[in-house]
C-alpha cells in the first residue's frame, strides 16, 4: 500500500476522532472530524467501486464546498484512483466553451467521470448536453462502506495536477503516490507542524495546489486542526480572514502575495484596534508569485495593531511539478530580503550584494531557503553548466517529490533529464544554499543587453496613484528580436476618463524609467477585471501580451 494512504488510514484510527476540519464559516460553520470525514468516505469509495471505478482510474472533481471535496478526494483514494480538480466556472465563463475545455481535460487524462457537488451541481444540464458522465456527490454518501481499500503502489497517479495555462491547450502534472508522500513529510518537517497545537485557517482554493496539498491534503492525512472557507467568502470580504484567525485562534495561514496587500488595506480601515486577535500566527506562508515587500510591510505593518508578529511572514518557493513545495524560508525569521547590484544582474548574470537602497542601481529580492528534506537544487546556464553561488541562472531541481511527467493532449511528456533533474524555466540564484527567485526565464525582456525582469517593471508601476495594487503586467513585444521592447497594461478604476488616464500612462512611464532607465513603448489603462489571469489570481503575462495586441488595433481603429 502506498505510504500516503497508509497515514490516511492511521489518522483516522487514532488522532483523528480529536481533530477535524470546520466549514460553513462564517454563516453557519460545522466541525467534522478526521474519523467522520474518513467515515464518509469509506461510504463514497464503496459507491464509487461498485459503480465501476477501476484500479488506477482517474476522476474529475467538480465542486466548491470544502466539507464535500474532503471525503470526495479521500474516497478516490481509497478506491486506487486519483483525483483531477477540474477548474471552476464564473458568473463570467461561456459555459459551452468550458464544457468544450473540460471534454479535452477529460480526454487528456483518460477520465470518464466527474464528481458534481454544490454550487456546480447546477451545471448537470450542461454536462449532459455535452455527453460528460458524472455522479453527484450528495448520491455516493449512501454508498455501502468499501469493505477492503484498492491497494496501489507508490508510482500509482495520486493528483493530475491542471497546470495555469491555456485551458485550449491544457496540462497535468502526474503527482504520483511516492511524490505526495515525500513532499508531505518534508513540509511537516520543515514548518515544524505540531498535530496537537496547531490550528491551520484557509480559503485557498482547492482546484490549486497550495489549496489542494498544502491545506486540505496534509492536514486530512497528519490530522491537524482545519477551519477552511471558500475564496467567494474571503474575495467577498476579505476581513473573514482575520477574523478566523482570531476566534479559532489559527496558527497557520497561507495565501499569494496579492491577498496579503490586501487583507492589509482592509486591516488599515478598521477603527477598533481590539477588533481582531492576530497574536496566535506563527506562519503566514507566501507564495504562488513573487513575493513582494510593500505587499509584506502592509500586511505586518497594519497586523501589528492586532498582535501580529513580523517573524510569522514565511516566505516560500513552490511549484506542483515538485508537489508543492521546494524550500521554505528559516522558521521566524520573517522577510529577508538580498539586495543586490542591478547593473550586474542585467549585464552580467551575478547576483553581487549591494547595501540596501532604492535607487535605480539597486534591486532586491526575497529569500526563499533551502531546499526541503528530499529535494536538490542547482542553477545552470544556458548551456547546462552548474553555477555557484550568488551567479544566475535556470534552476533545476531533483528528487522524491519532482513529478516523473506531465499528461498533455498529445500524450505524455516526460519532465526529467536522465539523470532525474527537471529544468524549472525559473531564473534564480543561491546564497549559501538558499534560493533565491527572480523571474520566469520566458517573461525575461532583453534590451540592449540588460536582462530586465518583468516584476521589476510591475512593482514600479503598482505605485502609482490610480493603478490598482497587484493588477499591473509587463509584456514583451517583439520578443527575441533586435527590436524587442516592452509595454505596460495596468487596472484602475479611472479608465475611460481622458484626463485621468493620460495621467496614469505619465506617471507609470515616468516611475519606471526612474526605477529600471528603460522606458515602456506604451502604457494601456484598462477597467478593473479586465486583465487576463489564471484561475487562482495570477496574472497571465502573455495572454495580456495579446490582449494588449487586440486593444492596441481597437483603438488604432477608432482613431482612423
Known amino acids: 500500500m502506498s505510504r500516503f494512504v497508509d497515514s490516511l488510514l492511521e489518522t483516522a484510527r487514532t488522532g483523528g476522532g480529536a481533530r477535524g476540519i470546520t466549514t460553513g464559516e462564517p454563516k453557519a460553520p460545522v466541525r467534522h472530524t478526521w474519523a467522520q470525514v474518513h467515515e464518509r468516505a469509506t461510504r463514497m469509495a464503496g459507491a464509487l467501486v461498485a459503480g465501476g471505478l477501476e484500479k488506477g482510474g482517474a476522476v474529475a472533481v467538480l465542486a466548491a464546498e470544502p466539507v464535500t471535496i474532503a471525503p470526495a478526494v479521500q474516497a478516490v483514494w481509497l478506491a486506487g484512483g486519483s483525483v483531477t480538480m477540474l477548474h ?77 495555462g491555456s485551458t485550449a491547450d491544457p496540462k497535468a502534472v502526474r503527482i504520483t503516490h511516492g511524490n505526495l508522500f515525500a513532499n508531505l513529510i518534508s513540509m511537516v518537517e520543515a514548518s515544524g507542524l505540531d498535530v496537537d497545537a496547531d490550528i491551520m485557517v484557509s480559503w485557498l482554493p482547492l482546484f490549486h495546489d497550495m489549496g489542494m496539498v498544502g491545506f486540505l491534503t496534509v492536514p486530512m492525512t497528519i ?24 476566534r479559532h485562534r489559527g496558527t497557520i495561514t497561507a495565501a499569494p ?16 484596534d481590539d477588533a481582531y486577535d492576530l497574536s496566535s500566527l506563527r506562519l503566514a506562508l507566501n507564495g504562488a508569485e513573487p513575493v513582494d515587500e510593500k505587499a509584506v510591510r502592509s500586511f505586518t505593518d497594519e497586523g501589528a495593531r492586532f498582535g501580529l508578529r513580523p517573524e510569522c511572514v514565511f516566505p516560500a518557493y513552490g511549484m506542483a511539478e515538485a508537489t508543492l513545495a521546494v524550500s521554505f524560508a528559516p522558521l521566524f525569521s ?91 524555466g525559473d531564473i534564480g540564484y543561491t546564497m549559501a544554499g538558499e534560493i533565491v527567485i527572480c523571474g520566469r526565464a520566458k517573461d525575461v525582456i532583453i534590451l540592449a543587453g540588460r536582462n530586465i525582469y518583468p516584476t521589476d517593471i510591475e512593482r514600479a508601476a503598482s505605485v502609482v496613484d490610480g493603478v490598482r495594487a497587484g493588477n499591473a503586467v509587463a509584456v514583451r513585444i517583439d520578443a527575441g528580436s533586435r527590436r524587442e521592447r516592452f509595454a505596460v497594461v495596468v487596472e484602475s478604476k479611472h479608465a475611460g476618463d481622458g484626463e485621468a488616464e493620460k495621467r496614469i500612462r505619465k506617471d507609470v512611464g515616468a516611475r519606471v524609467f526612474e526605477a529600471l532607465s528603460a522606458r515602456p513603448v506604451a502604457v494601456v489603462v484598462l477597467a478593473p477585471g479586465t486583465l487576463p489571469k489564471t484561475p487562482s489570481g495570477k496574472l497571465r503575462r502573455a495572454a495580456a501580451g495579446e490582449q494588449l495586441a487586440m486593444t492596441i488595433k481597437e483603438r488604432e481603429a477608432e482613431a482612423s
Do not use: C
Open 257 to 272: 502575495n496579492f491577498a496579503y496587500a490586501l487583507l492589509g488595506r482592509r486591516l488599515s480601515g478598521v477603527d477598533d
Open 223 to 246: 490530522g491537524l486542526e482545519l477551519v477552511k472557507v471558500t475564496p467567494v467568502e474571503f474575495l467577498t470580504g476579505p476581513l473573514v480572514w482575520a477574523d478566523l484567525i482570531s
Open 88 to 164: 471552476q466556472p464564473t458568473a463570467r465563463t461561456d459555459l459551452a466553451e468550458w464544457a468544450a475545455d473540460t471534454v479535452r481535460v477529460l480526454t487528456m487524462i483518460g477520465s470518464e467521470l466527474v464528481l458534481l457537488g454544490a454550487p456546480f451541481d447546477q451545471l448537470a444540464p450542461v454536462l449532459d448536453q455535452h455527453g460528460i458522465g458524472y455522479r453527484q456527490l450528495g448520491d455516493l454518501a449512501d454508498g455501502e462502506p468499501l469493505a477492503e481499500v484498492v491497494e496501489v503502489d507508490e508510482s500509482a497517479p495520486a493528483l493530475l495536477q491542471l497546470t495555469s
Open 334 to 424: 520573517g522577510l529577508t530580503l538580498d539586495y543586490i547590484d542591478a547593473e550586474k544582474l542585467e549585464a552580467e548574470n551575478r547576483a553581487v550584494p549591494v547595501e540596501p537602497g532604492t535607487d535605480a542601481s539597486v534591486r532586491s529580492f526575497a529569500v526563499l531557503g533551502k531546499p526541503l528534506r528530499g529535494i536538490e537544487a542547482q542553477i545552470v546556464d544556458e548551456d547546462g553548466k552548474v553555477l555557484g553561488d550568488r551567479e544566475v541562472g535556470e534552476i533545476r531541481l531533483r528528487g522524491e517529490a519532482v513529478t516523473p511527467g506531465y499528461l498533455t493532449v498529445n500524450g505524455p511528456m516526460d519532465t526529467q533529464d536522465a539523470d532525474g533533474w527537471l529544468n524549472t
